[in-house]
């Protein structure tokens, strides 16, 4: 590698480590929301193409369904949440126990083929949510003591077959979502 080069390298890894900041950002996504992927824990999803779920995780992959196909699945979430407190919490209180509860899973899916080369695709989904319920006496009960996280998506979807081995698909999602958060009020400081 040239000197001229490296000295490039160098100063471009120098500006980014200089001009760069922490990032805190925090989500919650569902994989699992009722697919057959589930079963193999989402590996692969993106390049399976056998039901209508398709429609969601490829929507490119509708061309290899040939008839009109509907897919319904559901279940139940059970989340396991516990907060470890340590002598550099700021805040007496407890671990607030247990604070997972039962959220649904839902997808709806639907593939409708429109001649040879076209098929349209809907979607209808549930793909992040929560329910986290805390002991009253819990260090974090300013900050919140009870959450629901609800959201349904949905996805309308199009997809082409440019040749038998190359297709394109894709489409908008649109999502509802509904926060509840309950925490306590802090004591006033005198």
Known sequence: MKKCCRTSVLLGVLLATLLSSQVWAGGLYVNEFGTPSMGVAGAGANAVAEDASTAFHNPAGMTHLDDPELMVAGGMLKASVKFDPDDDTPIDGGNGG?????????????????????????????????VLEYDDDWTGRYLNTEVTLLTVTFNPTIAY?????????????????????KLKAPPPQW
Do not use: C, K
Not at 103 to 112: D, E, N, S, T
Not at 161 to 178: E, F
């Open 98 to 130: 247990n604070a997972g509860g039962i959220a649904p899973l839902a997808g709806a899916f639907y593939v409708h083929p429109l001649g040879d080369r076209w098929r349209l695709g809907a979607n209808l989904i549930s793909i992040s949510g929560s």
């Open 161 to 181: 077959r440019v040749t038998d081995r190359l297709s394109i698909g894709g489409g908008p999602q649109v999502m509802y979502g509904s926060l509840e958060m």
